[in-house]
């Protein structure tokens, strides 16, 4: 029962006000709350089309157009219009309005550009059958679908919406892939690595192997080959110069042998040859005269990698799919052109997710199971404003030489200073592009393992006052970089030299810094620096382990920790979830041990999550426990962990991935970022940060659409606000309380009916009415 002071004479005096001066809240930002987005690179573009004024471009992730017009950017992916992710194959059929992508597990989907349809055929993918099924290349002649697997060929008929044949071939050729398919003068080719070989298109039994001829073999890989103007053309791989040849009745004539490049594929599109290489597009005419290349696109001056390329309807443009840039096009000569891809990071890679000053990092890693090195360069993606940058040696140079970028952080007082804690080169700062390098041959930064210049930082974390905390692996201390530019050292009593630290976590409240130890018999290490950076001399530590009165620990394997809003330590261990309720007691006389949450599961009372590894805990607004898995996706828990709030899977979510690497959540937006070992994908939840006084209160979507399938959101609150919304009338139709900052409503009255049109007011109250705040919304 919710209870309001004062309630009914607030009401009332508000009310007349709020009717009479009505203005929309246009508030909103991101996506709503509810619902799921991807976080993945538009580049590496695999096929290309053109509909019109749509350029299209496909890569592992996303079907997207781009209206040429408009400036329009629309995207598709398994979140709305596709099936699944990680595609290997596209093509673009104009004669049936459709577009087949093909996937690494040999799923398929056809999607109809007219209508917005698609058709899912996962019949490879559901097939039982040892090998890999990954579709390779797509090809359409006629009424029939040439699927290019890993096993084979697979043909598909598109009146009878089913396949036709499948011809196992790989099995004859030392298992290795068909590359790629076509027909030509009434036989049917396959590529393999070397060989090409050929049958009868209308021959018998074309399973049988021995009914197939070899057409060409080389010592060299063939790279591509398709037919081109009624032609056959095949790119040879030759190091630096790759050849073009072309079928002459009975032998191969060179085309192009001199280009020196790395040649992906060739087309011919508007009378047209047109070569795609590694750093350049030449473009050809009917009689392979050059007419003009293309080695760079504007304004950046990025170098081209193309992987496909179709002329627009009008014949105006070249729209170029590229490895790098994703989606580009080119008119008329070498200068014109530009890049047209929407803002995503420029990689899948995801190590750690951290989030500082209201912006997202993500950087690429890292290390292995073992703690060894996976010599990754540095690339940190950052999201702030709703949009992508990356960070890494094209920006600048002076870290071409730097690898294992393993955490990120923005400094919370300047947004242009950049951290980047690395695995054995020390500590990159950037300060308005400026770039700094710490190690241990030119700062008091330890080194690992006594290597001069080799210096593994295990994790990074701001204190609330600015001051930059770094823990070096192996080191017995604790390194401050202080907000006046300053490092200290903070020795370390205990000894944890021989063990490799996680993510440390700095509790303000008792001035103590605890460190997991994931690997090992490490434990929990609480150092107390008693909120006095520059004097060691009252600094102490100590180390929780499984012992009763020292932890109590389920293991003293402890992979993640999280403190929360009530001053509650949580530890995930490889025994289960823990708590320690006490932590004002450490290094007192007092009880600290850590106590387990048990729950029913199956029947069965268990200790929370004892069968999970954690690899990261985070606290929301609501004070809510987010639980990232290795194996079993997210666990969210109630704020003292007793009931189930949600269990993400990729089973019943957008989730990418059920192994979650690390995660983070924006408290301001509520969106919860989850980084998968398949990339990035953040889920906006009914919880932030709540205020200490009341905000001006923020509802989206508003107008409400009359449709809307999702909640109407309300933030600005005050923790634990009691929130009643009421129509024009003054009838109450709902009413909750706020999870932190944030109240949601479905759109369904107290009595099960679904909202009319009009307009509502949002009354909010703290419990003794001292805090109180309207809003006003209109459903449409």
Not at 150 to 161: C, E, P, Q
Not at 440 to 456: Q, V
Not at 695 to 705: D, L, R, T, Y
Request: net charge negative.
């Amino acid at each position: 029962m919710l209870r309001y002071s004062s309630w009914n004479r607030y009401k009332k005096f508000c009310f007349l006000q709020i009717f009479i001066i009505f203005s929309f809240n246009l508030f909103s930002q991101g996506i709503a709350v509810g619902s799921w987005r991807y976080h993945l690179p538009f580049n590496n573009v695999i096929g290309v089309a053109n509909t019109g004024n749509l350029f299209w471009a496909c890569n592992s992730y996303y079907l997207y157009s781009y209206d040429v017009t408009t400036s329009e950017i629309t995207t598709y992916s398994k979140l709305n219009k596709l099936s699944d992710i990680n595609i290997n194959a596209y093509t673009f059929d104009k004669a049936h309005s459709i577009m087949i992508l093909g996937y690494q597990n040999g799923n398929i989907d056809i999607f109809n550009y007219k209508n917005l349809t698609t058709r899912n055929v996962p019949d490879i993918y559901l097939k039982s059958m040892m090998g890999s099924k990954s579709i390779n290349n797509i090809y359409v002649k006629d009424n029939f679908i040439y699927f290019s697997c890993d096993f084979g060929i697979a043909v598909y008929d598109l009146n009878k919406n089913e396949f036709k044949n499948t011809y196992y071939l790989s099995q004859y050729l030392q298992n290795k892939k068909v590359k790629a398919s076509f027909i030509y003068n009434d036989y049917l080719y396959s590529l393999f690595d070397t060989i090409i070989i050929s049958a009868p298109l209308n021959g018998s039994n074309l399973n049988d192997f021995t009914n197939w001829n070899t057409f060409l073999a080389t010592n060299s890989e063939i790279i591509y080959t398709n037919v081109l103007n009624n032609n056959l053309y095949a790119v040879i791989d030759s190091g630096w110069n790759d050849l073009i040849i072309k079928y002459n009745v009975d032998h191969w004539d060179t085309i192009i042998d001199t280009l020196n490049f790395n040649i992906n594929k060739v087309i011919y599109d508007n009378n047209e040859f047109i070569i795609l290489a590694d750093g350049a597009v030449f473009i050809y005419d009917n009689f392979w005269n050059l007419k003009y290349k293309i080695y760079k696109y504007f304004p950046n001056d990025n170098v081209p990698y193309p992987q496909d390329a179709i002329y627009s309807a009008d014949k105006k443009y070249l729209i170029i799919g590229d490895k790098n840039v994703g989606l580009a096009y080119n008119w008329n000569d070498t200068w014109n052109n530009r890049i047209v891809t929407p803002s995503g990071p420029s990689s899948d890679q995801c190590f750690k997710v951290s989030y500082s000053n209201e912006t997202i990092l993500s950087t690429a890693g890292g290390y292995d199971m073992s703690f060894g090195n996976l010599w990754n360069q540095i690339n940190v993606e950052i999201f702030r404003n709703e949009n992508w940058s990356s960070y890494n040696s094209d920006k600048f140079p002076e870290l071409s030489n730097a690898r294992d970028g393993i955490k990120a952080l923005i400094d919370p007082f300047n947004a242009n200073r950049l951290f980047i804690a690395t695995y054995g080169y020390g500590l990159i700062e950037i300060n308005n592009n400026i770039v700094k390098i710490f190690n241990d041959t030119n700062s008091i930064l330890p080194s690992t393992s006594g290597i001069t210049g080799f210096c593994r930082i295990s994790d990074i974390q701001f204190d609330a006052a600015g001051n930059l905390w770094i823990l070096v692996a192996g080191a017995n201390e604790f390194t401050v970089y202080k907000t006046n530019g300053q490092m200290v050292r903070l020795p370390i009593s205990s000894s944890i030299s021989n063990n490799n630290p996680g993510e440390m976590v700095i509790d303000e409240n008792n001035n103590n810094v605890y460190v997991p130890f994931p690997r090992g018999s490490g434990g929990v290490l609480v150092f107390k620096y008693n909120g006095t950076i520059d004097n060691t001399s009252d600094d102490r530590s100590m180390i929780l382990t499984t012992q009763a009165g020292n932890g109590k620990l389920p293991s003293n394997i402890v992979y993640s920790l999280a403190i929360d809003k009530n001053d509650q330590l949580w530890l995930a261990t490889s025994e289960g979830v823990a708590v320690i309720y006490n932590t004002q007691n450490f290094f007192t006389a007092n009880s600290f041990d850590a106590s387990q949450i048990i729950l029913e599961v199956d029947g069965y009372a268990m200790p929370m999550l004892i069968s999970e590894k954690v690899n990261k805990i985070e606290i929301d607004g609501a004070n809510r426990k987010w639980f990232a898995t290795d194996n079993a996706g997210i666990f969210t828990f109630s704020s003292n962990g007793d009931k189930e709030v949600y269990h993400f899977t990729n089973e019943n979510s957008p989730l990418l991935s059920n192994k979650v690497i690390s995660m983070t959540i924006n408290p301001i937006t509520g969106e919860v970022f989850a980084a998968t070992d398949l990339g990035l994908v953040s889920y906006r939840s009914n919880a932030t940060e709540p205020f200490t006084e009341m905000q001006e209160i923020k509802i989206f979507p508003n107008p409400v659409p009359a449709d809307i399938n999702g909640y109407i959101t309300i933030d600005g609150l005050p923790e634990d606000s009691y929130v009643t919304i009421t129509d024009s009338y003054g009838k109450v139709v709902y009413k909750t309380k706020s999870l932190g900052g944030r109240a949601t409503w479905n759109g369904v009255d107290v009595y099960n009916n679904k909202a009319k049109r009009g307009v509502y007011i949002v009354w909010v109250s703290n419990d003794d009415g001292s805090i109180k705040g309207t809003g006003k919304f209109f459903i449409e």
